[in-house]
């Protein structure tokens, strides 16, 4: 959660300095986006850019529209994918351990 709240608040920061990022839902109605104005209350800011950055999380829906702006979700893509690996990495390990100790706990009962 704390990843996600620092890629929110860090894109936003970023989209903010030109204005000018259309957000993926809005790609068909860019004329609409409302993100840059005050029509939106900060906490709909927030919510919008938090699920902009758990869709970083899944690499989809970014939709750079400047150079700065697609170096940062390099940057974002490149720890997610990182973060994503050793996500995995931490489940196979977990679910090894339950295999061994499944394994260890059938060799006592056989032998009992």
Request: proline share 4%; charged share 15%; with cysteine.
């Amino acid at each position: 959660m704390l990843f996600l709240h620092i890629i929110a608040c860090y894109f936003y920061s970023v989209t903010l300095e030109n204005s000018e990022w259309v957000p993926p839902l809005n790609w068909l109605m860019f004329k609409d986006a409302k993100l840059f104005t005050d029509e939106w209350t900060p906490i709909h800011k927030y919510s919008y850019m938090f699920y902009t950055s758990l869709m970083f999380l899944g690499s989809n829906e970014m939709g750079p529209v400047n150079p700065n702006e697609m170096f940062v979700c390099f940057i974002i893509l490149l720890i997610s994918a990182m973060f994503s690996a050793l996500l995995i990495s931490d489940l196979v390990v977990l679910v090894t351990n339950l295999i061994e100790r499944d394994q260890m706990n059938q060799t006592v009962i056989t032998k009992a």
